[in-house]
């Protein structure tokens, strides 16, 4: 497994700025935020500056092997003329992904805005319906596209709900992201979760919580996260993806949060000492 930070640990910084401070500290992989990836978009020319960002990139010895999906989208919206809409500006962002090289791309499976009193079922369907367009997105391309699991959504919260809407679709373009933290709070469990997701778990969002909000700290700070279990069933697995943290609860100001990221190297090399 190869260790990695989510860019927006250094939200406050520009992609450049961000790329700079992650290399010089040793790291060389790094999850593409949401937040730095919409800085990119919003620069116009998708093309010219993906190319560009991943050439700087490319020179300090940094990759994004993982990127994650606008955080906001909502493919099951239940009104069908929003998710048109929605589904239409996805474009951009597996244009995005795909000359950035990024393989992983996390996506949430959306679900708000349903009534109480709706079938699942149903919910399930229309996540299939957007899913099966996103799928000739990203067709031929180096991303696929991993639904993460949630912890307050009608759907998307267990392992089996992502096999299932994963399932109609080659595994070059869909798989599965586990998140940690929303696991525990979901009254998941880490081990089972991994095992079952076998060859579809292609991403990681390292983070613990106290089990009772979402806090996205660092593993060992008095969290619930069984991270012995979770850590070995990884490895029977034999997992390959990025060790991704993603840990906002940790953000603090400068330059504290420097000797942070370089506690973080540490503790995800030494967690993932025997891979």
Same mark, same amino acid.
């Given at each position: 497994?190869?260790?990695?930070?989510? *860019?927006?640990?250094?939200?406050?910084?520009?992609?450049?700025?961000?790329?700079?401070?992650?290399?010089?500290?040793? =790291?060389?992989?790094?999850?593409?935020?949401?937040?730095?990836?919409?800085?990119?978009?919003?620069?116009?020319?998708?093309?010219?500056?993906?190319?560009?960002?991943?050439?700087?990139?490319?020179?300090?010895?940094?990759?994004?092997?993982?990127?994650?999906?606008?955080?906001?989208?909502?493919?099951?919206?239940?009104?069908?003329?929003?998710?048109?809409?929605?589904?239409?500006?996805?474009?951009?962002?597996?244009?995005?992904?795909?000359?950035?090289?990024?393989?992983?791309?996390?996506?949430?499976?959306?679900?708000?805005?349903?009534?109480?009193?709706?079938?699942?079922?149903?919910?399930?369907?229309?996540?299939?319906?957007?899913?099966?367009?996103?799928?000739?997105?990203?067709?031929?391309?180096?991303?696929?596209?991993?639904?993460?699991?949630?912890?307050?959504?009608?759907?998307?919260? *267990?392992?089996?709900?992502?096999?299932?809407?994963?399932?109609?679709?080659? *595994?070059?373009?869909?798989?599965?992201?586990?998140?940690?933290?929303?696991?525990?709070?979901?009254?998941?469990?880490?081990?089972?979760?991994?095992?079952?997701?076998?060859?579809?778990?292609?991403?990681?969002?390292?983070?613990?919580?106290?089990?009772?909000?979402?806090?996205?700290?660092?593993?060992?700070?008095?969290?619930?996260?069984?991270?012995?279990?979770?850590?070995?069933?990884?490895?029977?697995?034999?997992?390959?993806?990025?060790?991704?943290?993603?840990?906002?609860?940790?953000?603090?100001?400068?330059?504290? *949060?420097?000797?942070?990221?370089?506690?973080?190297?540490?503790?995800?090399? =030494?967690?993932?000492?025997?891979?």
């Amino acid at each position: 497994m190869r260790v990695s930070m989510w *860019s927006s640990f250094f939200i406050e910084m520009s992609p450049e700025q961000m790329a700079e401070t992650m290399a010089a500290r040793g =790291w060389r992989y790094s999850e593409l935020s949401d937040e730095h990836a919409k800085v990119l978009l919003e620069r116009g020319n998708i093309t010219e500056t993906a190319e560009k960002f991943k050439s700087f990139c490319d020179d300090l010895g940094l990759s994004f092997p993982q990127g994650h999906f606008y955080l906001t989208i909502n493919i099951a919206h239940p009104d069908p003329k929003i998710r048109t809409k929605l589904l239409d500006d996805f474009k951009s962002w597996c244009e995005l992904f795909n000359i950035l090289d990024i393989q992983a791309g996390v996506l949430h499976p959306g679900g708000a805005g349903w009534p109480d009193n709706s079938d699942k079922q149903q919910i399930m369907d229309t996540i299939l319906d957007s899913l099966t367009i996103i799928d000739r997105y990203v067709e031929g391309t180096p991303t696929t596209v991993c639904l993460e699991n949630m912890r307050n959504l009608p759907v998307g919260c *267990s392992v089996d709900d992502l096999l299932e809407l994963t399932a109609p679709f080659s *595994s070059d373009n869909f798989g599965i992201c586990l998140d940690t933290g929303h696991l525990v709070l979901a009254r998941g469990e880490c081990a089972g979760f991994i095992h079952k997701a076998g060859a579809k778990l292609k991403a990681l969002h390292i983070a613990d919580n106290m089990g009772v909000n979402d806090d996205h700290i660092f593993p060992f700070s008095g969290g619930v996260v069984p991270w012995k279990e979770a850590m070995t069933a990884l490895k029977d697995i034999n997992y390959q993806g990025l060790f991704n943290f993603e840990v906002p609860g940790e953000r603090c100001p400068q330059p504290l *949060s420097f000797h942070k990221l370089d506690y973080a190297l540490k503790l995800g090399r =030494w967690m993932c000492r025997d891979s």
